[in-house]
């Protein structure tokens, strides 16, 4: 993953880190979720083009 | 002042036998938490079980044949088909009559609702989240938001982010329903691929309706999930029990697909109930249920909508809410009663044209319901449809191809079909629903009308021809359903069994039970375990008075299936006829608990608590009847006789107008075991001046058809002589004065030997029991009459 954390805060305002495989819990939370999973996966992705660039 | 909001959440074949177990495991908390603090029930669904047709009557409360949806696909107007859409839809839907009053309404996936409408609110129609062009997934880069399936338009840049395809389903998320999904070739098992694209659509609706929730103004919001019907369909065979024919390697890789359904749409709803506050009603509700255990279809007909027969007759209600009655049971709904109960909701009056009817059962306190003519009549439309600037081909085919692969319509590319055939049969297929919703609401002519228009012997289709026998021998049309028998039969179109079923309705129209008895015995020999031929058995046996026989029948059936509300009816009716009124009590209560929207079952029991003379239950059931259904017109005569007896004067007057409504009269009937003394009494009656119908042909009974429509009012002399035989077959819009001709058995035998020149006093011990199971028939038949006045000479 990139440098910066991808995470979701409930109510309580506890935070939890967003998988970039997904989690059926996180899709569960509708529009935030899948928001916050497609910006995770997309970092991610992008994470591991510069790794394959810089090789 | 803050408002009441309204949160409709559509599961697409939720079923309860499922849901109750996962609900006791602690899986389904958020639906729980709904029957918990609201109200649960069955929701009754319509025939043709078909979700587009379906999801339209709920939002509408009209029935097929009135909101003219009509299938999956229709005629686009240019020699092609399309998906259905809301160009079929003739009336307005529950969004129309909220805009119009002014209530805003969210519509998220509405089966059909593309393209959508310019309500007042927003629509996402259920094609926003189609990934296919025709057969092929295209990539996520090249994948558009399809045309007239968002509004208004500027939601577009609000949800097209939204949007999950297939592609982007990883393992992670699979792996909840196939745990062991590693183990799987998936270059050759496409199982996986159904998995995703399903998940990836309910997840696209979910989101889409979040957003629309939290950034939406909203009075209204439905929410339609077609997943849940999906994935069942495609994965409901290997769901534990193990089925015959399921390997084991199947059986534990794909076992949990439809529980981890189940659980996923749950959570999604847990996050929606987290989205409202206090105030606002939340409804779960699906359109059909889904066979799940030893009901489960072994093989799919491969016909259109084949896939259908997998369906159970009841989806699921449940709702809860500000001044809902809290963890209790509602009875007798149906997919009919949502759009009045939703506008029920809002204190908006009910169209008198619904079918439907508001649940007020689900009130705290009484609610009063207001009623307009016809929402119809209202100028405003409520919301138009936004034509899109070009016609998207592409989404039709995508749309199309899925239903393909679902099974509910045919190929176009298959070899055999040409573009003209093609929409020649779609259209004759809508018809063919048509009919079908006709003959539900017992519109039969109707029905018949369509099934002889559409009916084609040179490409013979087996279910319009079913459809049609059923509707002639309902419309009393038996030669056209001997004709069509006949060809059936001529053609081998069907299992030899099921056409001797079908020839045994015919023959029991006919009044000819020991036919369809026969018939009836054949089939069984080869079906000896088919629920449908055990019904009709015990039905039969019970018409023809073996009451016995009927209830072995009856016990066959109970033996298979335990929950067969109809099997216990049968018996409760074997034992009403034998005067056994206690036992007939126990076994219609034993059907009401299994299915409780069973006006028959209600209306013997009122009968037989009428009978043993406990008055108070037995107006109680017959008041049930009067809410389900009009088709029973004795029900207002039982009424006004019941309280006739215990003195109610407002309800006998109220009675008195009903059933002067129905009634067509008194007539005077002779009847009595063909003797002299019957054929002196009518000689006498002719020779005072009277005139006496039915007399010369029937009294000597060689051709008498009570089975044909109206034959009682043919007979229009002041008197009609019926055979005792026939006296069952009384209908009971007449009230009758019945002249009862006693005589002796033997004397019966002798007038029968001398009509048929058999020699004097020979005896014919078959027909002497025979006459003997006559007069106990009768008498047991005058005895459970309300509208009869007995004389007997």
Redesign the interface.
Same mark, same amino acid.
Not at chain 1, 21 to 25: A, E, H, M
Not at chain 1, 27 to 35: E, F, I, K, P
């Given at each position: 993953m990139g440098g910066q954390k991808n995470v979701i805060r409930n109510q309580k305002g506890d935070e939890y880190i967003v998988?970039p /495989? !997904? %989690? $059926? !819990?996180l $899709?569960? $939370? !509708? %529009? *935030? /979720? *899948?928001?916050a999973w @497609?910006k995770a @996966?997309k970092e991610w992705e992008d994470s591991q083009n510069q790794q394959v660039e810089k090789k | 002042m803050k408002k009441n909001k309204v949160l409709v959440v559509g599961w697409d074949s939720a079923d309860w036998k499922i849901i109750d177990k996962l609900m006791a495991n602690g899986l389904m908390p958020a639906i729980k938490s709904i029957v918990d603090n609201g109200v649960r029930g069955k929701l009754a669904t319509i025939d043709p079980p078909l979700s587009p047709m379906l999801w339209t009557s709920m939002a509408t409360g009209v029935r097929p044949f009135d909101h003219g949806v009509l299938g999956f696909v229709e005629p686009d107007g240019q020699g092609g088909v399309r998906p259905v859409s809301s160009y079929s839809r003739k009336v307005k839907a529950i969004w129309n009559m909220l805009s119009i009053e002014g209530y805003k309404s969210n519509i998220v996936g509405w089966w059909p609702s593309n393209p959508v409408e310019s309500i007042n609110g927003c629509m996402i129609s259920n094609l926003f989240h189609q990934e296919k062009v025709g057969k092929e997934i295209v990539e996520i880069a090249d994948w558009k938001i399809p045309e007239g399936s968002v509004y208004p338009e500027r939601l577009i840049e609000k949800v097209k982010d939204l949007r999950v395809h297939p592609y982007e389903i990883t393992g992670n998320l699979i792996m909840p329903f196939v745990p062991q999904a590693v183990a799987l070739d998936q270059k050759q098992d496409k199982r996986l691929n159904v998995i995703a694209k399903l998940l990836a659509h309910a997840t696209t609706v979910h989101a889409t309706a979040t957003e629309l929730m939290t950034t939406e103004p909203w009075d209204f919001m439905a929410v339609y999930h077609d997943a849940m019907d999906h994935f069942s369909h495609a994965f409901m065979k290997y769901h534990p029990p193990q089925m015959k024919g399921i390997t084991d390697e199947a059986f534990n890789l794909f076992k949990d697909v439809v529980i981890g359904a189940y659980i996923y749409h749950d959570m999604m709803l847990d996050r929606m109930l987290k989205l409202v506050d206090d105030d606002t009603t939340v409804m779960v509700i699906s359109d059909h249920g889904f066979h799940s255990d030893h009901l489960r279809p072994t093989h799919v007909p491969q016909v259109p909508s084949g896939p259908a027969i997998e369906h159970a007759p009841y989806g699921v209600i449940a709702i809860k809410g500000p001044g809902i009655k809290k963890g209790e049971s509602i009875y007798g709904s149906s997919i009919l009663d949502i759009t009045p109960t939703i506008l029920s909701l809002f204190d908006m009056p009910i169209g008198r044209d619904m079918v439907g009817k508001p649940l007020v059962d689900i009130y705290e306190k009484e609610k009063k319901i207001n009623y307009i003519d016809s929402w119809e009549n209202k100028k405003e439309s409520g919301g138009e449809i936004v034509i899109p600037k070009e016609q998207d081909t592409d989404l039709n085919d995508t749309a199309l191809q899925q239903l393909i692969d679902l099974g509910y319509i045919d190929d176009l590319n298959a070899p055999h079909q040409d573009a003209e055939n093609y929409l020649k049969g779609i259209i004759n297929e809508n018809n063919f629903y048509l009919a079908k919703s006709y003959a539900t609401a017992g519109k039969y002519e109707e029905a018949l009308e369509i099934l002889l228009e559409i009916e084609n012997k040179e490409k013979p289709d087996f279910r319009i021809l079913i459809e049609a026998i059923n509707c002639a021998v309902k419309t009393k049309r038996f030669k056209l359903a001997e004709e069509y028998l006949n060809f059936v039969r001529k053609n081998k179109l069907m299992n030899a069994g099921y056409i001797d079923v079908l020839e045994s309705k015919v023959q029991l129209g006919l009044n000819r039970p020991d036919n369809a008895y026969k018939l009836l015995q054949s089939a069984l020999k080869e079906n000896p375990d088919a629920i449908e031929i055990l019904l009709d058995m015990g039905r039969l046996l019970n018409n023809m008075r073996d009451s016995k026989g009927a209830i072995q029948s009856f016990e066959r059936i109970i033996k298979k299936d335990p929950e067969n509300p109809y099997a216990y009816h049968g018996i409760g009716m074997a034992y009403l006829q034998q005067g056994e009124y206690e036992d007939a009590i126990s076994y219609f209560l034993d059907a009401i608990d299994r299915l409780y929207h069973y006006p028959l079952a209600h209306f013997h029991l009122g009968e037989a608590f009428a009978l043993m003379k406990m008055y108070d239950p037995a107006i109680k059931s017959f008041e049930v009847v009067e809410t389900m259904t009009q088709n029973i017109p004795k029900v207002y005569r039982w009424l006004l006789d019941l309280y006739e007896i215990i003195e109610n004067q407002e309800k006998i007057e109220h009675y008195r107008k009903l059933v002067s409504y129905f009634r067509r009269g008194q007539r005077k009937i002779i009847t009595g075991l063909a003797t002299e003394k019957v054929e002196k009494y009518i000689e006498d009656i002719c020779s005072s001046g009277s005139t006496v119908s039915g007399y010369e042909s029937h009294l000597y009974d060689i051709t008498f058809n009570v089975s044909q429509a109206n034959w009682l009012d043919d007979l229009s002399s002041e008197y009609v002589y019926v055979p005792l035989n026939y006296l069952p077959s009384l209908n009971g819009l007449n009230s009758y004065q019945i002249y009862f001709i006693e005589d002796s058995v033997e004397e019966a035998m002798n007038y029968s030997h001398k009509i048929n020149r058999i020699r004097a006093n020979s005896i014919d011990l078959s027909l002497l029991a025979d006459l003997d199971k006559q007069i106990t028939v009768a008498n047991s038949w005058i005895s459970q009459q309300p509208n009869i006045d007995l004389i007997r000479i």
């Open positions: 998988p /495989g !997904g %989690s $059926l !819990g $899709l569960a $939370l !509708g %529009s *935030v /979720g *899948v928001r @497609k @996966k | -």
